[in-house]
Structure formats: structure tokens, C-alpha cells
């Protein structure tokens, strides 16, 4: 064997087994989903078909249409954002704070694992238990109001985008977190004012121009946006300039995660 | 080859704690090596920095020739760790702990458990592994680190303190295995406090204190340069006043104990002889203290 084929081997063993090392994260951060599924499906499920009667049902039959949509119809895909933006932020940073602060985060530390693939292992685990709920709320929706589905591909590429951008968040709010208060903070004092202020509720049409421009700082209105526009084919922006942000943030989010793995920050004394 | 060297490895935390002054020490391959030395002598923190659980000052650390800094998956794939503290997740399983680990290493799945059958079986712990791991004891937390440290295979296997709050039937069975690995090929580092732990199991030892290493050898070659041994005797009958013994260190502990420093240049017999004399009868005699733990206070103390 030349020297050559002798790295090219290596290099093909270390692919391979990087691979396996990303598959065992995933497996078991998907087990840990499922596990304790009381606590990462169910709550969702029962605070979403709340919204759906309250906000849909008792107060939507007042507001009458939005976008041209019932209420119900309207909020159906606000709710599923959401549930999404919230589980998979809330999956990552609690999981891997939870490793942090059970040590065992030292288990992938110790072995050759690439960092990259830490974060992609941890994210998929985000992503899955977002797409998990989307669906659940999906079906709940379904009960209440029927929904199109206009642009499938868009809808679905908005999910999953979605989901990789808030686990990669959690992602690093667990990284910086010392505390399990940390780890609250983000998604009650930043993520839900975001979510209740992108459009999840309303058109932001409604609002007087000046707020109209300020909701436009609001990276969350985006993506609900584009979902809206892939399930009703209605939307308050552009759905170019939706992807262009959600892509931004996923890549400014992941190059900063690997800059603080890489760092040893919160990890590393 | 050297499976371990360290050179002028520094060490000072954000808080300003020194940890490490600039260590150098090394370790030949299939050697069975101990770190010895007291509470914040900087042992975990070498440890750590060689498994790149914490960031070094300045140094060069190499694991197999492969420098840790720039072929750390290299070093990283050589060794197997054992650390100091319990840091696997306590609500899973044993068997998907090992398992798990394996898949970190890359190991594909199928192989991984049967390495964690192996392994687990090797260390008692095969009727266990579908038990949630925190009810397991003490002594079982640790076999199963162990057990998760070798799943990969490593070349070279270190232990932080291994037998830390381990029964003595544990802690035997333990050496028996560690002994046994290392007959295999397996290059063994392991510190402890345990000083009769060093000398049975160890052919080398590095004493470290205060960030510094003080000493390091043939665990035999040190002990040599013990020149003196501290025997305690037990008299049959109370001594109200202690004999005149010229030449021999003697104290009085008590009405029935002394203590005699004997160098190695002198004869113990004498010794006896002048008891007799003064009709003073020994029932039993027994070394001090671990001539190891004698050495370590004398060189701990030589320094400070
Ligand atoms: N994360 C940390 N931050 C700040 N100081 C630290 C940290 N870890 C260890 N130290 C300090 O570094 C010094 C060396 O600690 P280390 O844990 O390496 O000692 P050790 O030899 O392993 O001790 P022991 O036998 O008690 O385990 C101690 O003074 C300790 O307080
Ligand atoms: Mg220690």
C-alpha cells in the first residue's frame, strides 16, 4: 500500500467513523425524545387545542376573517411556527445543558468527534422533536379548520429550516448556560414576546405603519410568514427575502457555535 | 515509543490558580504508571488537559507521537479515560452507556455490543447493564467507567483515582484486572492516594506536588533511597523509663510502645540484644507506615 492510499484509507475510516459517532448522537437524542415524550409532546399538544378553541373558536368567531381566512384558519399555521420555534429551542438547550451539568457532555468531549458534528448531532435532535410537533399540531388543527397546504415544498422547507435555527439558538443559550434558571431566560423573556409579535396572531397589516416597520426587525415574522404562505398562499413579506433571513441566521448561529465548541467556552476551563 | 510525554506543561486557571509549573513527564509504552501526590498537586488537571477536557497554558502533550494540538482525533482515539468523578448520564442503562460511548469512537453498532458485552462481563457487571445506572453502587459506578474506557480499545488507559471509596475486595479484584490488561499491552496511568495501590501495581511512580514533579522512577529505585525504616514495637510489660539504646533512634509512645528508626546500614539484631539485656520483651512489631507513604511525606515535606 503507497503512502497515499495508506492516508486515503485513514481518511475514508475517520468519514466512516465520524459518521457512526453523528448517528449515535442523533439515535439517542431522538430516543430521549420519545422517552420522555410526556414532557416534550404532550404539553405542546394540550396549549396548542387550547389556543385552537380560545383564540380560534370563542374569540376568532368575533374577529371574523383575516387575509381573506377565518381566524381559525389563519392562526392555524402561527400556532404550528410556534410549537416548532418552541420545541426545538427548548429540546437542545435542555438536553445538552442537562449533559453540561450531568458531566456526561465529557463522554463526546474525550472521543474524536469533530465539534461540527456535536452541533449537527444535538441540532438533529432539535429539528426532529420540532417536526414531531409540527405534525401533532397539524392534526390537532385539523379538527378545527381545514387547511390547504398551497405550496407543500415551501411549507415544509420552512419547518424544517425553522426547527435547524432554533436548536442551533438553544444550542448556544445551553453552551453559555451555568444555571438551569439560564435556561429559561431566552425562550420567556426573548423568544415568546418574538413569537407573539411575528404575526402569529395577526396580520401585521393591522398595526399603524411605525410598528409595521419595527415587526420587521422581527426575524420570527418571517418564517411565520413563509409558513403561512406555503399552507394559505397569503403573506405579509416576501418569501424570498424569508429564506435569505432564516439561511442567514442558520449560518451566523452555526459558525458561532462552532467558534464557542471550538473555544472550549462553557465547557473548556 | 513513548505513549505519553509531556513537556513544560503550565497550567494557571482564570482564577489564578496555578495548577501546573511546567511538568515534564513521560511514559514508555506498556508501562503501568502511577501519579501519585495530595489534594491540588495538579493531577486532575494533567489529566485533563491530556484528554482535552481543559485548555493548557503552554506545553506540548503527545499521545502516541501524535501532539494534541494538531492531531488531536489522533491522541484522542489512543486513550481511554477513567475520571475522577462520575460523569456518565445516571438514567440510562449501563449496556447504552458503553454502547454509546463505542459510537462516539466510531464503532459501528453491531461491534459495539459485543464489546460492551465483553467488557461489562469482564468487570461484573453484565447482570446489571439494564438497570438505571444511579442505583448502581459506588464501586459499580466506577467498573462501569472503567468498562466504558475501554470499549474502544485505547493504547493507553488512564484512571483518576479508580479506587476512590472502593471496598478492599473491589479494589484487589480491580488491581487483579488493571494487572491483567496491562500484560496485554494496555499502557496504564492511573493516580490515587492509596499509596500501597502505587507500590503493588506500579513499576513506576511521579510524585507530584504543588504543580511541580518532585520525583519520578522505578517505583524499586525509590524505595531505595529510603535510608531508614520506622518500626513499632509492642513490650509485654509496661516500661516505666526507657533503657539506654546507643546508636538506635528510639522514642516511647507509650508505656507499652516505642518507635525505632533503623537506617539501612544498621543491624536490627543489636537492637534486640540490648532489649534483652535491660529484659525488655517484644511481643510484635510491625512497620510503621507504608514505606512508600514515608517516602512521599519525606520528599512532600524535603520541598515545603
Ligand atoms: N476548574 C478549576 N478552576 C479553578 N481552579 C481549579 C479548577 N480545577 C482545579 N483547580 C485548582 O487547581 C489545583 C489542582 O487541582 P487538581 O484537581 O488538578 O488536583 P488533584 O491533584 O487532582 O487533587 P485531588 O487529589 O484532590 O483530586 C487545585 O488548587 C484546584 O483548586
Ligand atoms: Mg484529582
Redesign the interface.
Known sequence: MTASQLAENIGASRLRANYIGFQTIVIKEVVRVLRIWIQTLVPPAISMTLYFIIFGGLIGRRVGEMGGYSYMAYIAPGLIMMSVINNSYVNVVSSFFGSKFGHYIEELQVSPLPNYLIILGYMMGGVVRGILVAVLITIIALFFTRLHLVHPLITVSVVILTAVLFSLGGLINAIYAKKFDDVTIIPTFILTPLTYLGGVFYSIHLLPVFWQNVSRLDPILYMVSAFRYGILGVSDIGIGTAYAIILLFILGLFCISLWLLNRGVGLRS | MQALSIHGLAKT??NGVVALKGIDFDVAEGEFTALLGPNGAGKTTTIGIV?????KTSGTVKVFDYDIDTH???A??C?G?V?Q??????FEKPFDIVV??A???????KLAKQRAEKYLKQLSLWDKRDDISRNLSGGMKRRLMIA?ALVHEPRLLILDEPTAGVDIEIRRSMWDFLKKINKEGITIILTTHYLEEAENLCRRVAIIDHGEIIVQGRTRELLEKLRTETFVLNLRKPLAQLPPLDGYAVTQVDDTTLEVEVSKSQNINGLFELLSKDDVQVLSMRNKVNRLEELFVRLVEGKG
Open positions: 486557571y482564570k484528554t482535552s477536557l481543559v485548555n488531536m482525533d489522533r484522542k482515539s486513550i479515560l475520571p468523578e462520575i460523569n456518565f448520564n445516571q454509546n460511548q459510537g462516539f469512537y466510531g464503532i459501528p453498532r466504558r
